[in-house]
Structures are given as structure tokens and as C-alpha cells.
């Protein structure tokens, strides 16, 4: 199975499982299908990274090419619904106006409630809206996950020896997943309030990124998928330390992609990380190398909602200037190397090795 | 087991789990503990009406008395989780200052972001806190149910037959819950903005009263329950018919005392289901009932935060005028009167049935 395949059987297992839930938010009242809908838009977008991540997780440690919609993509598609409801309650949390080059979705149930001129505050609803519809994401992620795991184990494992315990590991990396991303998140939030305990900014920085992206991106996945194939301690290690690098190369890429990359094709206006005040990597490394002129213009622009493409060119110029942009891509040089080493020495069972490998360029070398 | 012991036998559960989990965030960094600590400020509080009712469908279909923190009790505990996350949601969504007495987990972390003189929007904060930390307890809520399942089905089902089908249908009861209690938030949220497509305002109150109300906080309950100890067909229709009859006697109760309770008693400020505009089965009813001077008068207080005690006594005389509190009270009994007949005809093993009857009482006839 190739990536396209996995993508089709990803989309073809969340389409039959929201088509269920489809009747059983229509028993309660027609009323409610507009969350549902709003969610199977938001799933059809989206790089279905994490899927990747798990199902060739699965695949290097020895677990077979799936003939149908079999456990290993069943797991990795309820990943994508925990992933639409961490988007949909970060948009609302960071009051973000879009997603993918459209109406984040609390805008568009605002707006909805302000074309029909209903009753109350239009943002009120439409954050309601998007936090109920995250939290039935998370629930639904949780069931299919769930539903999977226990079929997995009637059907006798897949031929796969010791299934209760394989299920057993699946679940702890899988609650172990979704924990540190909360947590995550939340250190995210409080580091963007300047709150957090630590002193230097680019740590604080990296922290984040560790939990909220690296982890839960490419680490957590990974070992979802392993977890689920029985693989070894050193296999873990290796996807371990593999996923750590990687997934902190992705992030930082992404930073720079949010005030360096095409509006066309990131789909978000340039900038926006900026106007949102996102105290990046990229933006703390900037903060500790600027003279005090530099760093008195970043302070003075970032978190400006207002801030027009001029404001957004001098701070690009800062970010250049200080050297905060060459020092980033180094990080990213260098971590893509170290994710490259760790799959050197370990037993990933092919094609899952070169698929591994290619996707060290693909998360690393876009520009979107 | 009675009902002062279960209580302390699914606070023992609950602190048991959270300090696992506390363990998992301070390995995450210990700047995430604040999240905890309000999760558990939030669950010593509350009447453990959910798990009781669990609890007791377990026993009066036929599951023994656990001798330990066996999994009927970790399964009533884990509703617990489930309801802390939607309170801390539902405060976010409904922009509420108190819970219990005291201010909204939002609020305290916006209060904290303001003392600390931290960067950005207090509210913004304290509403990402909370969203986070309902996250947290939806994943914790599944991860304390999924755990006694598997532990259960590796014990050997306790000696009840079946394991594995009777773990099967706790699981769709509780899934069954959990897309139901947030399609019938959807409806609360849809209602309270006149955007239900249902014409009849006290059918729309209703059919939010089922699913939020009268399925979430005693059918589903008791249906877990049950399914956990494999009860019959016959049964579970009659502790459903039970259910739904004295989830709707319940909220009416609730909505009666929000706003004629003593607010000593109630932990809340008399009137504040008014001021937020609740569109409640009371108030349907009244704008129903009201002759037109008393519906525009409810019209103008209904909503207004600034509402005052003047205002909200000239509501409560519009709710006993037009004879709305008289029929929700006439409503009130007679659902009360069709949950005892529910249990009239039906198997349930005592002593379930006579704390059940007794639960009849305690959730209709309180003052708070």
C-alpha cells in the first residue's frame, strides 16, 4: 500500500464511520447535522500526517499490509478525528479566523447565526458550536480507536502473536498521546502569556514544540502504530528518536512557512503566526540575537492584529538580520540528520524504512 | 454499599487516577499542574448523581456488591470525568462567572493571567485553560472506562457470564452517551438562540431536556450500568422508561429552583438562569400562557445581564400569573409518578429498587 492507497482508505474508514454517526445525531434532531457536516469538511483537507506516521509505524515493526480496512488503518484514521478536535478547539482558543484558506469553523457558524438574525451574541454560538464539535470529534476518535482495538482482539490478533497485550500498549500510547498534547497545548498558551516558569525564551520555545508537535505529530503516532505490532524496545527507541527530530524539523519549518511562506500555497495570509503574537522558536532566537532596536521592533509588532504587510516586511527584516532565520534552518539541518541516524541503526522492516526516510523530505522541505 | 460509601468509594477512584495522571504532567513540565489541580477542585463537589444511577443499574441487574474499587464502581466513577468536562465546557460556552458557589474554572484562570500582569487577553487565557482541561477530562474519562473494561475482561468478568458482550454494549451505551449529551448541548445552544427549526417553543425546551437532561443524567447512566452486568431486554427498557421520566422531573426541578431557589442553597445567584437568557420548559411555558403585557415583560428581562432582584421578582410573578409554575409542577409530579410505575413491573434486584425509588425523591424533591 502506498501512501495515495493508505490516503483513500484513511478518507474511505472516516466517511463510513461519520456516516453512522450521521444517523445517530439524526435521531436526536435533524438540527445537529450541521456539526457533522462541519467536520467532514474539515477532515477532507489536512496532509493526514499522523495516519502515515502510525500505519508505517506499524508496518516497519512487522505488522502486515492491510488487505482491507483492517486495524492498523482503522487506528490511524481515528487519529485524524482527534486532530480535527484539536483544530477546532485551538481556533477557537486562539480566536483564529480560518483553516485551510476558509472559515475556521466558529466563524462560520457566527456567521450563520448572523445571517438568520438570531437571538444573542454571534460569537458566543459559534465558539459553542466549535467546542461541542471538537468534543465529539474527541469522542468519536475514541470510539473508533476503541471499536477497532476490541474487533482486533475477537478476530484472534491478525495472526500477529500476544494481541491482549499489544491491544494493552496500543491504548497506553494512545492516552499517553493525547494527555501530553493537552498538555502541551496548555504550555503553549501560557508561554504566548509570557507565563511560563522558565527563563530563556528559545527553551520555553522548544518545550513546546517537543510536546505540541514533535510528540504528537510524529512520536506519538509512531508508537501507536509499533504498539500495535508488538514491536521491540529498540525499534520504539529508534521511532522515538526519529520522531523527536523530526517532528521538531516539521515544526520549525512550519514557524518559518507562517511568516516566510506563499500565502497561495499555505493557505494562511502571510504573517498571521505574527498578528497572533506566537512566540515561535524562530521569534525567540530573533529576540535573544537582535540589537535593542530589533528587538524593540519585534516586541512593538508582534500580537498586532492590525499589522499590514510593511510591518510584516520589517519584521521578516529582523528575523534576517539577527540571524534567527539562518540559526532556524540549521536546527532543522541538523535534526533532519539525526532523524536520518536513528533509522540507520535500527530493524525497520521495508518499505516502511523508505518510506520513513522519504518522509524526513516531505515534512521538512515544503512550502506548505 | 450505600449511597455515602459509594461516594467515597469513587472519590477513591477519582484521586487514585488523578494522581497517576499528575504524574504524567509534571514528567510533561510542572507549569501543567494548574490544570489539575482545578480538575480536582471541580470533582469534590457535585451530588454523584451519575454514578449512582450507574452504579444502581448495575445492582438491580443482578452485579454484585464490589468488595473493592471492582470495575462497576471505576466504570460510575469514570461519568464523572465525562461530567467535568462538560461543565467546564458548557461554563466556556455559556460565559457563566460561578459553578458551585464559586468562580468558573475560565474565570479563575483569567483572574490568575490578570494578577500576574501576564501578555494578551485574560479571558482569552482562561478560556483556553478551561477548554484544555474539559480535553483532558474526555481523555481521562475514556481512559479510566477503557481500563476497568479490559481489566475486567482479563479478571474474568467476575464471575458473571459473557464478559466480552456484556463490555461490548457498556461501550455503545457509554458512546451512545457521550454523541448524545453534545448533539443535545448543540440543541441547547441552537435554542437558546431561537434557531431550532421545531415551531412549539416548549417542544424545543423539551427535546433539550431529553438529551441533555433526562438520557445524559439518569438513562444512559443507568443503561451502562445494566449493560455492564448484561441485563435483560425487559429491564433495560424499564430503567430507560424510569430514566426519562425522572430526567425530565429532575430538570424541571432544576429549573424551577433556578429561579425561585434559595440561593444559599442553590450556590448560585437567584435569577442567573434568567439573566442568561435560559429558554427553559418554565419559561416556554409561560411565554405560552402569558397574557401580552407579561410576554413582553419577559421578553425585556429574559437575557439582560444587568437584571436585578426588582427585575427578576417581576419575572417570577409573570411565571406564577400565567399559571407556568403551576404545570411544571403538575408536570413534575406526573413524571414522577410514571418513574415509580416504570419500576413497578420490572425485575431490579433490591436493594437497587428501593434506593432507586428512593432516588425518585432525592432528585425532585430537593432544594438545591
Redesign the interface.
Known sequence: MDAAHLRRRVQGVLDAFLEE?RA??AA?????LP?LDAVQDLLVGGKRLRPAFCFWGWRGAGGPDPVAADVAVRVAASLELFQA?ALL?DD??D?SDTRRGRPAMHRAFAAR?RE?G???DPE??G???A??A???C???N??LL??AL?EHL?DGGHGLPGA?AR??AT?REF??M???L??????D??A??????GDDPVAVAR?VIR?KSAKYTIEHPLLVGAALAGASPALRAAYSAYGLALGEAFQLRDDVLGVFGDPEATGKPAGDDLRE?KRTVLVALASRAADARGRSLLEEHL?RRDLDEDGVQRVRDVLRGSGALEETERMIASQVAAARRALDGAQVAEPARTVLLDLVGTATERTA
Open positions: 454517526q445517530v445525531l436526536v434532531s435533524v438540527d445537529t456539526l478536535a478547539h477557537v482558543m480566536r447565526h438568520r438570531w437571538l444573542g458566543q454560538f465558539d459553542g458550536a467546542v461541542l471538537g468534543d465529539l474527541l469522542s468519536w475514541d470510539e476503541s471499536r476490541r475477537a491482549p491491544v494493552e491504548r492516552d499517553r493525547r494527555t501530553e493537552m498538555a502541551g497545548q496548555y504550555l498558551v501560557l504566548q502569556s509570557g507565563g511560563s516558569s518545550e510536546f503574537g500580537g
